[in-house]
């Protein structure tokens, strides 16, 4: 008897555990490899994949994801769809005066991916006359068309950017403005990508490009905001997110300032 006692007082303290497990349902755009992707067998897999099961192991939530254009995934959130953008998603000024923010997770440098020997430069005296694709409703395709489109250079949008290195392939792009870790393992590491490269430094302008990615929140859910910073913290403070961005994005100082 005592043993059946023990044994259901185990089984109620596990049933109590997982009732407390809150859920979280992250929204994403899945077509942007390192960051999120499917393989294969139709599985999710990438860096901000294995960041967000991290996170929930973290802060003791049970995750589900849920798939949306990158250029809807703000309506998708402010609609209720999911709970928390986790989509490789910079904070800026323009998103956060419509939603929130957890604090900031990882940063990655946005450069220009060009032909090699065409002698361009991620600037506007550069590209002028050129045509250069961007992931529509990123803050490389705010920055293109702020910086460059103004000054003669055509910026082509796309809700996908496989889309976008297909079209450079063929040679209807000259270039593309992305993220650095996206543009080297969704592009330059693959056959497709032989014969381009990056061009010229990372272009810069905090305002437009953001101070870190983070996750996208409705910006009445501060409980759930503070949540997800305890559990960032401890995956920064644990060296999780180091170790994560060594093995997807090797060579790429992925830190942010404190």
């Given at each position: ?19 407390l497990a809150e859920n979280l349902r992250y ?18 897999e990438g860096f901000d994949i294995e960041l ?207």
């Amino acid at each position: 008897m005592k043993k059946m006692n023990a044994l259901f007082l185990a089984l109620g303290m596990l049933t109590s555990v997982s009732a407390l497990a809150e859920n979280l349902r992250y929204g994403l755009e899945s077509q942007y490899p390192p960051f999120e992707s499917r393989n294969a067998q139709g599985e999710l897999e990438g860096f901000d994949i294995e960041l967000g099961k991290a996170i929930c192991r973290a802060g003791n939530f049970t995750c589900s994801w849920v798939e949306s254009s990158f250029d809807a995934l703000i309506p998708a959130l402010q609609a209720k769809k999911f709970d928390a953008i986790n989509s490789a998603m910079n904070i800026t000024e323009a998103r956060a005066k419509s939603i929130g923010f957890t604090r900031p997770i990882y940063r990655i440098p946005s450069m220009l991916v060009a032909k090699e020997g065409e002698k361009l430069a991620p600037t506007a005296e550069a590209l002028k006359g050129k045509n250069i694709g961007v992931l529509q409703g990123s803050i490389q395709e705010t920055y293109a068309k702020q910086h460059w489109e103004t000054q003669g250079v055509t910026v082509t949008s796309y809700q996908d950017q496989n889309q976008v290195y297909n079209d450079m392939v063929a040679g209807r792009l000259d270039g593309t403005l992305v993220m650095s870790a996206a543009g080297q393992s969704g592009f330059l590491e693959k056959p497709q990508g032989k014969g381009f490269a990056f061009v010229g430094r990372p272009v810069e302008d905090d305002k437009i490009l953001g101070t870190g990615i983070g996750f996208g929140l409705r910006k009445d859910d501060a409980q759930l905001k503070q949540k997800l910073d305890a559990a960032i913290e401890k995956v920064q403070n644990d060296g999780t997110v180091s170790k994560l961005a060594k093995k997807f994005f090797p060579g790429i100082d992925v830190s942010v300032a404190k």
